[in-house]
C-alpha cells in the first residue's frame, strides 16, 4: 500500500486537531493503516499547531521535509511556514480570504515545485452559516471537492456524521458541504 503524507497547520483553536481526527477516522474505516503526529508551538489559543497524517506503509508518525503530498492550513501564514513539508508535485489548500493568495514572493517555489495551490475562505462561509469556528469544516469540504486525496468526500462526510456531537452534527455537515459546493462550482469554472 502506498504511503500518503498529509500536513494540516493553522492556530491553535480551529480545529486543527478535529480536522485530523475526521481524516484519520475516515482513512482508517476505509482501510488505510494510519499514523498522526501533534506538534504545537505556544500551548494555548493563537498559537502555530501542527498535525503529520500517515497513510498506508509507515513506520513512523512524522512526516519529513519535502514527502507530503498534501497540505491543508487554516490559517494562510501557517501555509507559507510549512511549506518545506511538501514533496514536488503535491497540492496545497489553504483557508483565506486574501484576493493575493498566493504572495507574490512564493509563487516562483510553488512554480518550481509544481505544487497545485487552492484557496476558500472559509471563515467567511462559516460565519455566514453561524458557525464562525468552523472554518476546518469548509476546508475539509472544499478539498474533498476535488478528488485527489485519500478518502472520498462521502467517508468524510459519514465521519462527521458520526463522531460530531449531537449538537453540533447539523451546522458540521451544512459547513462541510458548503466547503464541498464552493470546489465544485471551482471545477465546472476552470473546465469550461
Given at each position: 500500500?502506498?504511503?500518503?503524507?498529509?500536513?494540516?497547520?493553522?492556530?491553535?483553536?480551529?480545529?486543527?486537531?478535529?480536522?485530523?481526527?475526521?481524516?484519520?477516522?475516515?482513512?482508517?474505516?476505509?482501510?488505510?493503516?494510519?499514523?498522526?503526529?501533534?506538534?504545537?508551538?505556544m500551548?494555548?489559543?493563537?498559537?502555530?499547531?501542527?498535525?503529520?497524517?500517515?497513510?498506508?506503509?509507515?513506520?513512523?508518525?512524522?512526516?519529513?521535509?519535502?514527502?507530503?503530498?498534501?497540505?491543508?492550513?487554516?490559517?494562510?501564514?501557517?501555509?507559507?511556514?510549512?511549506?518545506?513539508?511538501?514533496?514536488?508535485?503535491?497540492?496545497?489548500?489553504?483557508?483565506?480570504?486574501?484576493r493575493?493568495?498566493?504572495?507574490?514572493?512564493?509563487?516562483?517555489?510553488?512554480?518550481?515545485?509544481?505544487?497545485?495551490?487552492?484557496?476558500?475562505p472559509?471563515?467567511?462561509?462559516?460565519?455566514?452559516?453561524?458557525?464562525?469556528?468552523?472554518?476546518?469544516?469548509?476546508?475539509l469540504?472544499?478539498?474533498?471537492?476535488?478528488?485527489?486525496?485519500?478518502?472520498?468526500?462521502?467517508?468524510?462526510?459519514?465521519?462527521?456524521?458520526?463522531?460530531?456531537?449531537?449538537?453540533?452534527?447539523?451546522?458540521?455537515?451544512?459547513?462541510?458541504?458548503?466547503?464541498?459546493?464552493?470546489?465544485?462550482?471551482?471545477?465546472?469554472?476552470?473546465?469550461?
Amino acid at each position: 500500500m502506498k504511503t500518503i503524507n498529509i500536513i494540516l497547520s493553522g492556530l491553535g483553536g480551529q480545529g486543527i486537531l478535529f480536522m485530523t481526527r475526521l481524516l484519520a477516522q475516515a482513512a482508517h474505516d476505509h482501510g488505510f493503516p494510519v499514523m498522526v503526529a501533534e506538534t504545537h508551538g505556544m500551548a494555548q489559543r493563537g498559537g502555530s499547531v501542527i498535525s503529520h497524517l500517515r497513510l498506508g506503509d509507515i513506520e513512523s508518525s512524522l512526516v519529513r521535509t519535502g514527502t507530503a503530498h498534501f497540505l491543508l492550513s487554516l490559517e494562510e501564514n501557517e501555509g507559507y511556514r510549512n511549506l518545506p513539508f511538501l514533496s514536488k508535485g503535491a497540492k496545497m489548500y489553504v483557508n483565506t480570504s486574501s484576493r493575493y493568495f498566493p504572495r507574490e514572493e512564493v509563487k516562483e517555489f510553488l512554480e518550481k515545485r509544481e505544487i497545485i495551490y487552492r484557496s476558500i475562505p472559509g471563515g467567511t462561509i462559516a460565519q455566514d452559516l453561524g458557525a464562525p469556528r468552523s472554518s476546518n469544516l469548509a476546508l475539509l469540504g472544499y478539498f474533498s471537492a476535488f478528488d485527489e486525496g485519500p478518502v472520498t468526500y462521502k467517508e468524510i462526510k459519514m465521519t462527521i456524521d458520526k463522531v460530531s456531537p449531537k449538537r453540533f452534527k447539523d451546522i458540521n455537515l451544512k459547513v462541510f458541504e458548503a466547503g464541498y459546493k464552493k470546489g465544485k462550482d471551482f471545477n465546472i469554472d476552470i473546465s469550461d
